[in-house]
């Protein structure tokens, strides 16, 4: 299957900073990634839909102002947690959907690990 | 057997066993379903799909059932290995966006 990518892969930070995650689509173009957060011993929770060139579509609940999206190419999209604390703590997956394929075509990242002291 | 933790519930099965892996969806209107393995420290990874339209699936040692009536769909896994021992998901395909949404989760558990 298609490779997705994020980076970093895990990120230790204290409380009050904001943190940038990347996710990038390495052999095709994504006009839309999503970005989940996983607590431990959970399910994903989808945060947002990310959409290239247009503002990001965000779940009920999740503050938008906390959790910036960019989605500025057809191969990536960040996810800024602005202000961290340590309830950001969580392991953050994005996914990016190949706009050619079926519904199966959509692809996950290896996840990043939030620890915010 | 089958347990719940505190949040995700566990099946252990003997290696070479079949393994039965349920999920309850949320949305009578979802048109698609996938079943996701993750292990730990991974984003998830697709095993299986099955559209509304169909009530069973087969993949490579691998069988997805859906039953729309009761909005309940199982992953069925045939001589499980100590390989397959991860977290698997259930996700529905719904919206515009063709946004996935995950279910519970079940923490497979494999013994030699």
């Known amino acids: 299957g298609a490779v997705v990518s994020q980076h970093p892969s895990w990120v230790i930070c204290k409380s009050g900073t904001s943190v940038k995650i990347e996710c990038r689509s390495l052999d095709f173009q994504a006009t839309t990634m999503f970005w989940y957060r996983q607590f431990p011993k959970q399910s994903l929770m989808l945060m947002a839909t990310s959409n290239e060139g247009s503002k990001a579509t965000y779940e009920q609940g999740v503050e938008k102002d906390k959790f910036l999206i960019n989605h500025a190419s057809l191969t990536l999209s960040t996810l800024t947690v602005t202000s961290a604390h340590p309830e950001d703590s969580s392991f953050y997956i994005c996914?990016?959907?190949?706009?050619?394929?079926?519904?199966?075509?959509?692809?996950f990242g290896p996840g990043t690990r939030l620890t915010v002291l | 057997g089958e347990s719940v933790g505190l949040h995700l519930p566990t099946l252990s099965v003997q290696e070479g066993d079949n393994s039965i892996i349920n999920c309850a969806y949320s949305n009578s209107a979802s048109d698609y379903f996938i079943w996701y393995k993750q292990e730990s420290g991974k984003g998830p990874q697709f095993i299986i799909d099955?559209?509304?339209?169909?009530d069973k699936r087969q993949g490579q040692r691998v069988t997805v059932l859906l039953n729309k009536t009761v909005k309940h769909l199982s992953l069925q896994i045939a001589a499980t290995q100590p390989g397959d021992s991860a977290v698997y998901f259930c996700?529905?395909?719904?919206?515009?966006?063709?946004?996935?949404?995950f279910g519970a989760g079940t923490r497979l558990a494999v013994h030699p």
């Open positions: 996700a529905e395909i719904t919206g515009g966006y063709n946004k996935l949404i």
């Open positions: 099955i559209r509304s339209n169909m």
């Open positions: 996914s990016a959907r190949n706009p050619s394929g079926g519904y199966n075509e959509q692809f």
